[in-house]
């Protein structure tokens, strides 16, 4: 529209009794993971010395390598022995098992079997991480990029609860009073 044109609408509406209405912007979706696109991209170092875990551990359950944030409550650690541990908890009852699949979404179920505490990290592999701790139960998918003597490099996002739908809460048979929880 002419710039010359556009401000004589703007002048000449009021007189005319018209009134410009904006139209309502539309919210931006968020934007989905890409097919093939890891949520996550972590680099676990070796771990070579005692004390706190710094990059040679990370917490799914934090989504964090920062001991501010997870205060070594981690899942998985690359450990001097050459192998990747996780059962890092006293009371853990984390396991790790290898999947069939090239990509993190062509993972849609955990396997059946061959669980480990502990195992050799193998580039291009792709595991599924049970995560069982008394504060949290979750399953995530790791896919192993790259491993050398001293890192291992993977991406991971979490894996979708496998149990169906939940259902819904039965109706109250009338009204009552509050109840402590059990």
């Known amino acids: 529209m002419n710039p010359t044109c556009a401000t ?3 002048v000449l509406a009021p007189l005319l009794g018209l ?6 912007q539309q919210p931006q979706q968020p934007q989905q993971p890409q ?3 890891p949520v996550t991209k972590v680099v676990l170092t070796k771990r070579l010395d005692n004390g706190p875990y710094k990059t040679s551990a990370y917490s799914f359950r934090y989504a964090s390598q920062d001991l501010a944030v997870h205060r070594n409550y981690v899942d998985i650690v690359y450990d001097a022995c050459g192998l990747v541990h996780v059962l890092v908890l006293g009371g ?4 790790i098992a ?3 699949g090239k990509t993190l979404h062509e993972v849609t179920t955990a396997p059946a079997d061959g669980w480990k505490e502990c195992l050799v990290p193998e580039k291009g592999a792709i595991y599924v991480l049970s995560i069982d ?3 949290c139960r979750m399953n995530v998918k790791l896919l192993v990029t790259d491993v050398s003597d001293k890192a291992v490099k993977f991406a991971w996002m979490q894996l979708p609860p496998q149990r169906g739908e939940a259902g819904t809460k039965g109706q109250c048979g ?5 109840q402590d929880a059990k």
């Open 35 to 37: 097919q093939g696109e």
């Open 98 to 100: 290898r999947c069939e």
């Open 8 to 10: 004589a609408c703007i």
């Open 133 to 135: 701790t008394e504060e």
């Open 174 to 178: 009338g009204t009552h009073d509050a």
């Open 19 to 24: 009134a410009f209405v904006q139209q309502p």
């Open 92 to 95: 853990s009852k984390s396991k």
